[in-house]
């Protein structure tokens, strides 16, 4: 169910970023989803759907999810690697003293916006 709090907490972002931008409707929004949240897709799309009505700017934007892969920096060999899966460790030399730089975060990349500028 967290997926819920995470459409509002995008929605109130994308809004906000719009507003700030100056512009009077989204178009699109982008949006990367870190594997590691393990946020069911569907779900979250639907909570979009269903909370944006509370965002005026927002009626009718397309939000783009994209997963995005884990990646992982090794601390012996300080190569990065994609993950497939649990139990992180080095793609490049097998140590599991490894730090997560990717897939752990949902963020807005980019916006479409309409702007009414004359």
């Given at each position: 169910m967290h997926e819920m709090a995470l459409a509002e907490e995008l929605l109130k972002i994308?809004?906000?970023?719009?507003?700030?931008?100056?512009?009077?409707?989204?178009?699109?929004?982008?949006?990367?989803?870190?594997?590691?949240?393990?946020?069911?897709?569907?779900?979250?799309?639907?909570?979009?759907?269903?909370?944006?009505?509370?965002?005026?700017?927002?009626?009718?934007?397309?939000?783009?999810?994209?997963?995005?892969?884990?990646?992982v920096r090794c601390r012996v060999c300080g190569e990065e690697t994609e993950q497939a899966g649990w139990g992180f460790a080095c793609g490049a030399c097998g140590d599991r003293d490894v730090e997560v730089v990717a897939g752990d975060r949902l963020e807005v990349r980019d916006m479409e916006v309409r702007t009414d500028d004359v």
């Open positions: 994308s809004d906000e970023a719009a507003a700030s931008a100056g512009a009077e409707e989204v178009l699109r929004v982008g949006v990367g989803v870190g594997w590691l949240l393990q946020v069911e897709r569907q779900s979250l799309a639907f909570y979009l759907e269903a909370l944006r009505r509370d965002y005026p700017r927002l009626e009718h934007a397309v939000f783009e999810l994209d997963e995005e892969a884990v990646r």
